[in-house]
């Protein structure tokens, strides 16, 4: 069967299309920019990569109409309230009327749990979206989650941060907020066997983990399996907005998300009913299980998606190409050559482990002082870290960097500033072989 992917770089959408190769499927990924999109080449074949905007339903209009069903997993993290909740109606809207011409039996969407009476702007949002899928003709599968469990989503690393760094931690009183944590593996098996499974049409589902805790007992379990004691105590005078802050200073969040999160945490993620498991029986992975597969893929270096990746909250276009081209007047620029008697893919491999828990090198003090001004300032700062220690692509997320391109067999690296600058920066890294007689090689650094 043919399938489109929306959202297919996202956390979720990364994860999801090899499972859907794997079960013989065809995929559509739909993407903003065909670049961004790294396949491993054993899935190639079983992938058509479509081009596309669903904020701009002109680039629609060519959809393979030969569809069986569709993926709906985009959700917008704009910076104001009004901007994200127009975003995600528009953006429901034409994917619903670019839809509609194909053969397409069903649209999955994943949202959250949204059963307070009092929703959060984001909450409220997913729901208007939930409404415009279900009003478009088209057998329509809800999955609500919760808390999703797994290297590299945002709320296992903002719990991760907040263990790993506070010994002690003055916590807001949403800390006693429940929530019914599910692991990512759990969420992918829910979506995948929805699929086409018309007992699930034109049906609702929260989907979650078999306990229900509070954010305080999840944060002191997580200290307990990594071996740490931590100390939680709650105060009722840390607003929103100060909640907010208090996890941009903390975690490798930006305030845009954090701002997000900590209105959404006010409201209970339980699942109201347990319906899914009369028609998909599936015994999901209990906490403790979650999180100690979560850090199983961590130290085998195979997390396959980051939130931190996703440009979520990031004031760049997915289309990172209008960016390439550096400025050559009006700005300062630093080139300094180095020469390197070595084996010049050996640099290559520095180059390409440089930021993280790497570092940079040299003056590492003075990086890790910037990065605390950056925040200061409302940046990002040094706290994202990268995703994988070894490899880069075109979009990740590395320090207060964006990768713009990494082409190992050139010996480029290109990176552009999302820290706060007064204008715009680069930080280029360029191995060249000057003088092939004597095997001298240079390496390149602008800025």
Same mark, same amino acid.
């Given at each position: 069967m043919k399938v489109l992917l929306t959202g297919a770089n996202g956390y979720i959408g990364k994860r999801l299309l090899p499972q859907l190769i794997r079960q013989g499927h065809t995929v559509v990924a739909l993407v903003r920019s065909r670049s961004r999109l790294k396949i491993p080449e054993k899935f190639q074949p079983h992938v058509e990569v479509y081009e596309g905007d669903l904020l701009k339903p002109e680039t629609l209009q060519n959809l393979p109409r030969d569809l069986d069903a569709a993926y709906y997993l985009v959700h917008s993290m704009a910076r104001k309230q009004h901007d994200f909740t127009e975003q995600e109606r528009h953006s429901a809207e034409n994917f619903v009327a670019a839809l509609k011409p194909t053969n397409a039996r069903q649209i999955v969407y994943l949202?959250?749990?949204? !059963? @307070?009476?009092?929703?959060?702007?984001? %909450?409220?949002?997913?729901r208007n979206v939930e409404r415009i899928l279900q009003g478009s003709g088209i057998p329509t599968t809800i999955l609500r989650a919760g808390i999703i469990l797994g290297a590299g989503s945002a709320s296992f690393e903002i719990i991760r941060d907040l263990v790993e760094k506070l010994p002690i931690m003055v916590a807001p009183r949403w800390v006693a907020? %429940?929530?019914?944590?599910?692991?990512?593996?759990?969420?992918?098996?829910? %979506?995948t066997h929805v699929l086409l499974n018309e007992k699930c049409y034109d049906q609702t589902f929260d989907i979650g983990g078999p306990e229900k805790m509070s954010y305080k007992e999840m944060m002191l379990r997580f200290a307990k399996l990594r071996g740490l004691k931590r100390h939680i105590i709650e105060v009722p005078v840390l607003t929103p907005k100060l909640s907010s802050y208090w996890l941009i200073f903390v975690t490798s969040? !930006?305030?845009? %998300? @954090?701002?997000?999160?900590?209105?959404s945490l006010k409201c209970e993620a339980v699942c109201s009913?347990?319906?899914?498991?009369?028609?998909?029986?599936?015994?999901?992975?209990?906490f403790d299980e979650a999180v100690k597969l979560a850090f199983d893929k961590i130290e085998q270096n195979k997390v396959l998606s980051s939130w931190k990746d996703t440009m979520t909250g990031s004031a760049l276009s997915p289309d990172l190409s209008p960016y390439f081209e550096i400025p050559k007047h009006g700005c300062l620029t630093d080139i300094e050559r180095v020469p390197i008697a070595g084996n010049p893919d050996e640099v290559v491999d520095r180059i390409w482990k440089i930021?993280?828990?790497?570092?940079?090198?040299? +003056?590492?003090?003075?990086?890790?002082?910037?990065?605390?001004?950056?925040?200061?300032f409302g940046g990002v700062g040094l706290r994202r870290g990268r995703t994988d220690p +070894?490899?880069?692509h075109q979009g990740d997320a590395l320090d207060f960097w964006r990768v713009l391109a990494a082409d190992r067999e050139e010996g480029r690296l290109l990176l552009y500033a999302e820290m706060?600058?007064?204008?715009?920066?680069?930080?280029?890294?360029?191995?060249?072989?000057? !003088?092939?007689?004597r095997r001298q090689h240079f390496a390149r650094a602008a800025s």
């Open positions: 949202g959250g749990i949204a !059963n @307070a009476e009092e929703l959060s702007p984001h %909450l409220q949002s997913r907020t %429940l929530s019914q944590p599910i692991a990512i593996v759990d969420v992918l098996y829910y %979506l969040t !930006n305030f845009y %998300l @954090a701002q997000a999160l900590v209105e009913e347990s319906r899914i498991q009369e028609i998909l029986p599936h015994k999901c992975l209990s930021g993280g828990k790497t570092g940079w090198y040299f +003056m590492d003090w003075a990086w890790e002082i910037r990065g605390l001004i950056d925040i200061l +070894m490899q880069i706060k600058v007064p204008g715009e920066a680069w930080l280029e890294f360029k191995v060249q072989i000057r !003088n092939l007689f």
